[in-house]
């Protein structure tokens, strides 16, 4: 008796949420073991119209007449399910979860490749546990569509105890700007390099996810062989080192690899002058790799760093021939105007780091 | 001693303070009450004109930067007051949003001046971006005002000659928000528009709004020319000029305040906005169904100087030619509420 009496009653139907914040706080009560059909179980869905639909999991209405159409068989609920699982809610999620928390600080780290970003995310990653999310989250690659709601559900629950939400990955400052996700108040900063040691970075990192045994490279590495035209290693790498050096001084030349540019495309629109000016339009802080680890205690108290995702040294700037330096000087001018103005007034000034409007 | 209060931080933080403006003592009065220590071009943009600065010369703090100078002068640029409307509606996230999309000659007049009636001091018109028709120290004045009242409203009401694209394209109908309009036969639009403007041109110079200047312009007339020519064919003649003058009755209006140019584009936007939708012959009855309104005294009624049997042969070609989409979107509404035996309808439902 007293038994049946503590037994909790059926759980009653929660109202079907209205907005991306009422979808993310619900996702609460999602239960993994169970799975998306059992949570989506516990909302009513009566009357629940396509407009809904749309405004609380993507966060838009619809775009046109034939999706805003409720149709005599239209099940909400399955609705809710596909757009949930669907590409659209993964690729927007940085945009999407930051606007429905709007009252939460945004702390915006912008990952130029190969600048000592992924160390840098990792510590941002402890700091920030429950109030992180990252460009990493928007690749199915990295995080199958059907684990969302868990991903999400590890946010949520802890989001009330920050007043920050963190967001990092190789996400351009013109997004964050043009999707005014970026105010007066948030907080962003980047780590720049010298263009021609990112460009050997880039080389070395490829050839050491490449050197990995096969059964350990991930989707991410299978993506680049196939984007990359890099096939015919994908059986393995040769073991000589003058063989696998003359592979990456290859690469160096292959503008897939080592695009153009890529500091100003990051922070700018791929130039020196519109990076300047975006940086200083959101007063972003930065700092170059070679004060990284004096900057990281500075400005984070973290005091000493190995590094995370480093590669092996295959190649080195000492390998570079002139015609090489020539090259890259050539390919990355305008990365090298804006490095070495930073790098100039850091010096100038004695400081670990700048801000976007003191450049 | 007076407490100074932190200068603000966010649009929302500047709008509130609004309230507080004193139109007498203007934007210098308004300022009197912020601290300015510290405060940055950064934070006077985006409070203000709710971004952040767009370059290196704007963003940077010069020696001798005044920011309650620099805030003097965002309050009274036009950009401020071009984007009032968005950044108010941004700024309260909370109020639901009622938005009338005026189609020129679709009683709009009528129906704007209901709403202003029941949300007095509640509405956001679209002549308050234009300081041609609102001057800064009106605009802030209504802005003041609205200001003052937000807090006890649940709602914002935005009325005018605005095109749906307009809002939808910058996220500003939301689902749980309101939208509606009212549409009409496009060859009794075409001719309420130039009985309108031979309405304004019949007022004496100094009575005519600044909207009868584009009909003047139209007929190459100038602005202190006075009344209209007495003769009925003269004025018969200047109705017929007035008509077939693109610039007085634009192509397809009805599809360019609703969708893109198009019946295609207006059947989509409405239907993603959702926006109800009713016919001018249906107004009346919608009006006292909807808002409760038993009578309506047409507001802005015309004098009609162009009947329907004036115009000949021609002229009903001409302007079917130039009408072809809207009557397709008028045809289809029209068509519906009549199968329907409603009053209005909603833009998923066409």
Avoid at chain 1, 31 to 45: I, P, S, Y
Wanted: hydrophobic share 40%.
């Amino acid at each position: 008796m007293l038994r049946r009496l503590l037994r909790p009653a059926a759980a009653r139907p929660l109202p079907a949420p209205q907005s991306p914040r009422e979808l993310l706080l619900s996702l609460k009560h999602y239960d993994d073991a169970q799975g998306l059909d059992a949570f989506l179980a516990r909302f009513d869905f009566t009357g629940v119209s396509p407009h809904q639909v749309y405004a609380s999991v993507l966060g838009r209405l619809p775009e046109s007449a034939q999706v805003a159409a409720t149709a005599a068989d239209y099940d909400p609920r399955q609705h809710f399910k596909q757009m949930l699982l669907s590409e659209e809610f993964q690729s927007h999620l940085i945009a999407y979860v930051l606007r429905a928390f709007p009252e939460k600080k945004r702390l915006c780290f912008v990952h130029v490749p190969k600048c000592a970003g992924s160390d840098l995310a990792s510590h941002l990653m402890q700091r920030y546990q429950g109030a992180f999310i990252g460009q990493l989250d928007q690749d199915p690659l990295h995080i199958a569509p059907e684990r969302l709601p868990w991903r999400l559900q590890m946010l949520v629950v802890n989001l009330h105890r920050y007043d920050t939400l963190a967001v990092t990955g190789h996400i351009g400052l013109h997004w964050l700007l043009s999707e005014k996700l970026l105010r007066f108040g948030d907080v962003s900063f980047t780590v720049i390099r010298d263009p021609v040691d990112m460009a050997v970075s880039k080389v070395n990192y490829v050839l050491t996810l490449m050197q990995r045994d096969l059964s350990s490279r991930t989707p991410l590495v299978m993506e680049w062989i196939r984007r990359f035209n890099l096939h015919r290693y994908s059986e393995g790498l040769p073991t000589d080192a003058q063989e696998l050096k003359q592979i990456a001084l290859a690469m160096l030349r292959d503008t897939k690899i080592v695009p153009q540019e890529n500091i100003c495309s990051f922070l700018g629109s791929g130039t020196a002058r519109s990076a300047l000016d975006l940086c200083a339009s959101a007063n972003i802080e930065l700092t170059t790799v070679s004060r990284y680890e004096a900057w990281l205690k500075a400005r984070w108290g973290i005091a000493s760093s190995a590094r995370v995702n480093e590669s092996n040294k295959i190649l080195s700037r000492t390998d570079l021939s002139a015609d090489d330096l020539v090259y890259l000087s050539q390919l990355r001018r305008e990365d090298m105007q804006f490095y070495q103005r930073l790098d100039e007034r850091l010096t100038a000034t004695g400081r670990l780091s700048i801000f976007g409007a003191e450049i | 001693m007076s407490l100074l209060i932190p200068a603000p931080r966010s649009p929302r933080e500047l709008l509130t303070a609004f309230a507080h403006y004193d139109e007498q003592r203007g934007i210098e009065g308004f300022l009197d009450a912020f601290d300015f220590h510290g405060v940055t071009p950064h934070q006077v943009y985006y409070s203000v004109l709710g971004r952040l600065p767009e370059s290196v010369q704007a963003a940077r703090m010069a020696a001798d930067y005044d920011a309650r100078r620099h805030m003097h002068d965002a309050i009274a640029s036009p950009e401020f007051q071009r984007n009032f409307i968005g950044t108010v509606l941004h700024s309260f996230p909370e109020k639901q949003r009622v938005f009338f999309v005026h189609v020129p000659k679709c009683a709009g007049s009528d129906l704007a001046k209901h709403l202003l009636e029941r949300y007095p001091d509640g509405c956001l018109k679209q002549k308050i971006l234009r300081p041609a028709y609102v001057p800064g120290a009106k605009a802030r004045r209504q802005l003041q005002r609205l200001m003052a009242k937000l807090p006890e409203r649940e709602q914002i009401v935005v009325m005018g000659h605005f095109a749906l694209d307009g809002f939808l394209s910058r996220g500003l109908i939301r689902y749980g928000d309101v939208a509606f309009s009212v549409v009409r036969d496009p060859i009794s639009m075409a001719l309420s528009v130039v009985n309108y403007a031979l309405t304004l041109m019949e007022l004496e110079p100094q009575d005519r709004p600044l909207v009868a200047l584009g009909f003047i312009k139209a007929l190459n007339l100038r602005m202190d020319t006075h009344g209209l020519p007495a003769d009925p064919a003269a004025r018969k003649q200047l109705a017929l000029q007035l008509l077939h003058d693109p610039k007085v009755v634009p192509a397809n209006n009805l599809c360019n305040f609703l969708g893109r140019g198009n019946a295609d584009s207006a059947f989509e936007l409405c239907a993603t906005a959702n926006i109800e939708l009713t016919t001018v012959s249906r107004y009346e009855a919608w009006l006292q169904q909807r808002w409760g309104v038993r009578k309506s005294e047409r507001a802005n009624a015309s004098r009609q100087y162009l009947r329907h049997e004036d115009l000949s042969a021609d002229d009903l070609a001409y302007l079917h030619e130039r009408s072809q989409e809207d009557r397709r979107f008028y045809e289809r509404i029209d068509k519906q509420l009549t199968s329907s035996d409603q009053l209005s309808l909603f833009g998923a439902q066409l």
